[in-house]
């Protein structure tokens, strides 16, 4: 595989002197270019579900293939309260789906986070027994899997139930039922929809003890008989962060259980991050300092070329381990709807896509689609 040396200073000088109102794309584009090796998807917010411009419309259908639900089919979303549900949204997903042919990827039906505490507690307020809680996951993973049987062909069924050091996280839905909620949640997909595709899906999975403790998880599952198809790794990186030796190794880890990896949630941050190490829990939140915030003004040619460069090194992975990712979704589609310009600091600009604020290809674009023509 060559090795990727692109003049990026003159591709920024040529994308910043464009001042067009509908998108440039650069040809071949993501899905064509990747179309023998992967899929190429987007996140897409209620918003953009609900109410696509021509210009986001363009983008979506000249791009990519495949597509997921920000938040808009989390348990908070899609069922707020008892025997309420909400498919307006979800609805409109799968009619975009429909009309542009993609493969759809729903996300997610079980999950410590976005979840009504209504599902945990009792009439009195006290936590559930094991027995209700498990009534309630199973109506709700039937009644949703069961209105998009055949049409949504993707589930993450399972979210971020893992630690860094590898344990069990000690959510309510462990607290209540017990380990074997996991079994439990893959095993109501399964019934629910038995042609679908399952995924346990998680972030940081480059980390060896996470790593370890994920395929612990799968082979467990594996042992009793219940399945699971795919692991995706959510790809929230930065500029410097995982190492590229780490995330091939879990690629691998993950491919010699039998189960398909899928790069999911992929965006490469620029901005610095407070305090503590890189990472996706949701609950980290930090206040706002101008210094955490150094690119309000726009990214400086040394940035873009630093961001570019680091796509390229983080597709020449995938593109390596081809035979074993079959998707890999960016978490948004242009940096103006990414949720790191508020995550873990709310309010910044961060730049972390492959397309700008006015959608139009980014240095990191080119760089991405030269790692499979150059290969």
């Known amino acids: 595989m060559k090795t990727f040396h692109q003049p990026f200073s003159i591709i920024l000088v040529l994308v910043s002197a464009l001042s067009f109102s509908e998108p440039v794309f650069c040809q071949p584009t ?3 270019s990747f179309q023998e090796k992967f899929l190429v998807g987007a996140a897409l917010s209620r918003a953009r579900i609900t109410g696509w411009d021509s210009s986001e419309n363009t983008l979506l259908e000249q791009q990519f293939n495949t597509i997921t639900p920000g938040n808009s089919m ?7 309260q008892p025997g309420k549900y909400n498919f307006k949204v979800a609805d409109q997903f799968v009619a975009l789906g429909e009309k542009h042919d993609l493969h759809l990827v729903a996300h997610t039906l079980i999950w410590h986070n976005q979840t009504p505490r209504w599902v945990f507690l009792d ?30 062909q993707s589930w993450d069924v399972v979210n971020e ?23 439990k949640a893959f095993q109501f997909a399964h019934e629910a929809d038995p042609d679908a595709e399952l995924i346990y899906n998680d972030f ?21 008989g219940i399945r699971i198809d795919a692991i995706g790794m959510q790809g929230h990186y930065d500029i410097t962060s995982p190492q590229l030796k780490e995330l091939e190794a879990s690629i691998v880890s993950f491919s010699e259980l039998g189960v398909k990896v899928m790069i999911t949630e992929l965006d490469v941050s620029v901005l610095p ?20 915030d150094p690119y309000q003004d726009g990214l400086p040619d040394s940035v873009q070329i630093k961001l570019a460069e680091r796509y390229a090194s983080l597709f020449r992975v995938f593109v390596k ?51 499979v023509h150059t290969e």
């Open 273 to 292: 991050w407070p305090d503590l190490p890189p990472g996706a829990e949701v609950s980290s939140r930090f206040k706002y300092r101008p210094e955490l």
């Open 321 to 371: 381990h081809s035979d074993k990712i079959t998707r890999v979704t960016f978490w948004g589609v242009d940096d103006g709807t990414s949720w790191k310009n508020n995550f873990p600091v709310r309010g910044r600009t961060d730049y972390a896509l492959l397309f700008d604020r006015e959608y139009q290809p980014k240095p990191a674009f080119d760089a991405v689609i030269q790692t």
């Open 123 to 152: 009439s009195d307020g006290n936590l559930t027994t094991r027995d209700t809680l498990l009534m309630r996951m199973q109506n709700h993973i039937h009644t949703i899997m069961g209105r998009y049987k055949g049409e949504i």
């Open 204 to 224: 940081s999975l480059t980390g060896r003890t996470k790593r370890e403790g994920t395929v612990r998880l799968v082979q467990s599952l594996q042992s009793k």
């Open 30 to 32: 993501l899905k064509e």
């Open 74 to 80: 989390k348990w908070e979303r899609i069922h707020p």
């Open 161 to 183: 139930a893992i630690n860094d050091d590898g344990t069990m996280r000690k959510s309510l839905w462990f607290q209540i039922i017990g380990e074997d909620y996991i079994e």
